[in-house]
């Protein structure tokens, strides 16, 4: 069965302090990982599609990286306006829909 | 528009009655998806359609809920006989299908059911 776990569940970070995320994955045949942020009452907004193994990509002061069994969503130097959930997500061959994890809930402060 | 719309914002039911939920997926997007996001969860797959059709509703969690997209744009998802265990938050998403490709599903602001 398809599945994503992420962790941790919360994180607490000062603004500054640089971190990672993980989400761990099993699926029958990757056909993209994608991660999105979630603030509070609102839709998933895109962030990044990685599509195989050794991909990574930017922007601003997130990274995402991907290998065989995981991703992390790297954070450099984060501001208070980082601070959201991040949910991550994958997508099998032969189907569209995506599966995600339950998210990471970031706090960054002053 | 230039997102995905979604209406109402908040609907709040009593348990039995019928409800309606709308989503104006991106101009031109010719996929579109239905997904049900409970508290501190990730978003659960229901329904996707490709033009008129859908293509997949494995996620639909019984005959309760139907959904249609008659024109290939502007999608219902309809729940018949709510009951209090479908208080959740309704989320619609649209891609740009084309062919094997992956694409990006972009999201609209959801509809928050509450079904007293």
């Known amino acids: 069965e398809d599945q994503v776990t992420q962790s941790p569940e919360a994180l607490r970070l000062q603004e500054g302090e640089s971190s990672s995320l993980n989400c761990s994955y099993t699926?029958?045949?990757?056909?993209?990982l994608f991660w999105y942020r979630q603030d509070p009452g609102k839709g998933p907004e895109f962030l990044f599609t990685?599509?195989?193994a050794g991909e990574e990509k930017e922007k601003e002061r997130l990274k995402a990286t991907l290998t065989k069994k995981e991703s992390f969503l790297h954070i450099t130097a984060p501001k208070p306006e980082d601070s959201a959930t991040y949910l991550c997500a994958v997508q099998a061959y032969n189907t569209d829909k995506l599966i995600f994890g339950t998210g990471t809930r970031l706090q960054v402060f002053p | 528009g230039a997102g995905v719309s979604q209406t109402p914002s908040n609907k709040v039911t009593e348990k039995g009655k019928y409800v309606e939920l709308r989503c104006d997926p991106i101009s031109g997007h010719t996929a579109l998806y239905w997904y049900r996001q409970s508290l501190g969860q990730g978003p659960e797959f229901l329904i996707y359609?490709?033009?008129?059709?859908?293509?997949?509703d494995s996620g639909l969690p019984n005959d309760r809920f139907f959904a249609v997209r008659p024109e290939g744009s502007v999608s219902t998802l309809k729940i018949q006989r709510t009951e209090r265990g479908d208080s959740a938050v309704y989320l619609c998403?649209?891609?740009?299908?084309?062919?094997?490709?992956?694409?990006?599903?972009?999201f609209g602001p959801g509809t928050r059911l509450t079904v007293l």
């Open positions: 359609f490709q033009g008129t059709g859908a293509a997949d």
């Open positions: 699926v029958s045949g990757l056909r993209g």
């Open positions: 990685l599509y195989s």
């Open positions: 998403a649209s891609s740009l299908r084309e062919g094997a490709r992956v694409n990006e599903q972009f």
